[in-house]
């Protein structure tokens, strides 16, 4: 495995001293995606939002979590350094995302906050050397200038909403003018202007139809785990969207990992039986 940004070690969640999640290894390399698959119940989310520093109240974290070589199971999500927090792109992109702000303000702020450009941020959107040359501030920022006014942050925005295939104009609308995967793209938008090592996706496509599913998944495969783009960890309850879109498979169950490989060997020949499971339901279902 290359350059680790996430190397998760005997990580526990607990509530009122008893383990939900009982312990939980895992790693991602820089430019993997990797799928988190079990079945309801098995520890995913908690696993996925232990990860992101956003428990739900209550409940608490212990072992190791180092993202981009820094320990920070004790640091809530808020107080990372952005250069080890890991972004999010949840379920319920109507809950993720604020209902009386238009989505262009809620795509600046993680720009704002880390003012500079994408190119230099590893959003990994485009590579310096095909950048178009453009002039005016649009083109300092480019250029990989701190990004100040507004004008700058406006065409870093457009930017970013091309990558998610979305027009200019989207940055003006609130989220509730939006359909479900427009506003999935919108949360991905945030989640690549906050430049993370890491995008934890837990679940984001359960909630769409199989046509939009298919969008998100292919767009998830463009914009993550490339050269100079986010590694993906992909949790998700479905064995067929894992295989389109991650090369590696952690499976979960009862709150530990029970098999953890390439997708291909664990899909062929699964060792664990509840994997062996999975992957029959998962067979069954495409007939
Ligand atoms: N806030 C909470 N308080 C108490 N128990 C919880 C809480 N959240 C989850 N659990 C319990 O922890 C275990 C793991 O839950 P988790 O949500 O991580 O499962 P999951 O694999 O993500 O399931 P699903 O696929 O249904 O989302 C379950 O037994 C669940 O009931």
């Given at each position: ?27 991602c390399a820089a430019g993997e995606r990797v799928a988190i698959v079990g079945a309801s119940g ?60 238009p989505v262009g303000a809620q795509i600046a702020l993680p720009l704002r906050a880390s003012r ?156 664990h039986p509840h994997t062996r499971e999975l992957v029959r339901h998962a067979r069954a279902a495409?007939?």
């Open positions: 495995m290359g350059e680790r940004v996430l190397a998760v070690a005997g990580l526990a969640v607990h509530r009122r001293g008893r383990a939900l999640v009982p312990g939980v290894d895992l790693a098995s520890g995913k989310s908690l696993t996925a939002r232990a990860i992101l520093g956003a428990l739900p109240s209550g409940l608490h974290a212990t072992g190791s979590l180092r993202i981009a070589g820094h320990e920070v199971l004790d640091t809530p999500a808020a107080v990372r350094l952005p250069v080890c927090r890991a972004a999010a792109v949840l379920q319920d992109s109507a809950l993720a995302l604020h209902p009386l702000i500079t450009t994408p190119e230099t941020a590893g959003h990994g959107l485009r590579p310096a050397a095909e950048t178009p040359v453009r002039r005016g501030r649009f083109t300092r920022s480019l250029a990989g200038m701190p990004v100040r006014g507004g004008h700058d942050v406006r065409a870093l925005v457009a930017e970013l909403l091309d990558a998610v295939g979305l027009p200019a104009d989207t940055a003006d609308r609130y989220p509730g003018e939006l359909s479900g995967g427009q506003r999935q793209r919108v949360c991905l938008a945030v989640a690549l202007a906050a430049r993370p090592p890491l995008i934890v996706a837990d679940e984001p496509t359960t909630a769409l139809d199989v046509i939009t599913q298919a969008a998100i998944v292919e767009l998830l495969r463009d914009r993550t785990g490339g050269p100079g783009q986010p590694a993906l960890l992909f949790i998700t309850h479905d064995l067929a969207v894992a295989a389109a879109l991650c090369t590696r498979v952690v499976v979960m169950h009862d709150g530990i990992v029970a098999e953890d490989g390439p997708l291909p060997t664990v899909l062929g020949a699964p060792r495409t007939l």
